[in-house]
Structures are given as C-alpha cells and as structure tokens.
Nanobody, 117 residues
Framework: QVQLVESGGGLVQPGGSLTLSCAPS????????MAWYRQAAGGQRERVVQ???????TYADSVKGRFTASRDSAKSTLTLQMNDLKPEDTAIYYC???????????WGQGTLVTVSS
C-alpha cells in the first residue's frame, strides 16, 4: 500500500512562512490529482488546495494570495508554500490523493502547523 509522507510542519509566528511537502512512498498508477486538507481542533476537515494531473490549481478562498501549491516535474511531490500565516491557519494539514479509476484514495498521517506568538 502506497503511503503519503508529509513534512514541514511546525510552530511559526503570525506573518511568518512555512513550506509543507508530500511525496508518495511508491508508485501511484494513472493520472491523479493531489490536495492538501486541514483540520483545526474541534473543526471539520476542509480542502485547502487541489492540483489536478493537468496542473489546474484550486485554492480555498481563505488562503488565496497567501498559499502557493506546486507539483514537481514528475508530478509526484506536492509542495505548499504558506506565507503571511495567521492564527486561524493553525491545524493539522493532510496530504491527499483523491480516488480515481486507477487508484484508491490516499491520506497522509498529517503534519501540525501552529501559528502563534
């Protein structure tokens, strides 16, 4: 079973920046999208950004202009550059590969981002 391995979470002050990365531990078959979700304490999991295999990027309104997502040329590693972080960005961030005709849905283990002074 392929796993999604996340890295880059941590503690940052408001206005600071962090970069999250996600890479599969093995091969994922077929074209696939990748996404970042987040879940704050006591809240529901929400999608932050999705990148399709073709490169179309969709951001949540709450992060537009502050977060930038990208995939490497092999389309296997997903990176999320987060700038101008706010306390409300505090959450566990999860990497996701949506279900497709070629692959089951995959989730990473989550990485904690804390924005606090």
């Amino acid at each position: 079973q392929v796993q999604l391995v996340e890295s880059g979470g941590g503690l940052v002050q408001p206005g600071g920046s962090l970069t999250l990365s996600c890479a599969p531990s093995g091969r994922i078959f077929g074209p696939y999208a990748m996404a970042w979700y987040r879940q704050a304490a006591g809240g529901q999991r929400e999608r932050v950004v999705q990148i399709t295999n073709g490169g179309t990027i969709t951001y949540a309104d709450s992060v537009k202009g502050r977060f930038t997502a990208s995939r490497d040329s092999a389309k296997s590693t997903l990176t999320l550059q987060m700038n101008d972080l706010k306390p409300e960005d505090t959450a566990i961030y999860y990497c996701n590969v949506p279900r497709s005709p070629y692959s089951s849905e995959l989730w990473g283990q989550g990485t904690l981002v804390t924005v606090s002074s």
